[in-house]
């Protein structure tokens, strides 16, 4: 028989005082993180224009678009900490986190698996 997702390498982050120890990172949470970091992006490439410009496509920028990253960030890490077996308090998450700690949290957990699928692929090709 086989067992699918069995023993999977979990990561360790510390973050606002708290340790989690992520195994599982559902497609929804990289669907989510890939919203999240492409909006972001999309962000930062704006924020690098000349200042009137910059001015210009801030403010272009819809809340929804605004709204869309906050609530991408905020489902990801709501998967990604219960199906992992912990609680998830939105409100302690924003209490103790910044903005970019949870990018960050994010990153790390969706890094993990690919960073030792990347090891695999090199590791058969020698």
Sequence with gaps: MY???VGREAIDIEI????????FVSVFARKR???LFSMVDKITK????????KDKAMDALSE???KEVLDS?????????????????????????AYEDQNQ???LCILKDISK???QVETQKK
């Design 16 to 23: 606002g005082g708290k340790e989690f120890a992520i195994k």
């Design 73 to 97: 960030r905020g489902d990801c890490i709501e998967n990604l900490v219960t199906s992992n077996g912990y609680e998830y308090d939105a409100d302690w998450w924003e209490k103790n986190t």
């Design 33 to 35: 993180a890939n919203d």
């Design 46 to 53: 704006l924020s690098q224009l000349e200042t009137e410009e």
């Design 105 to 107: 949290f994010i990153y």
């Design 64 to 66: 929804v678009e605004l």
């Design 117 to 119: 699928k990347k090891q």
């Design 3 to 5: 067992k699918i997702g």
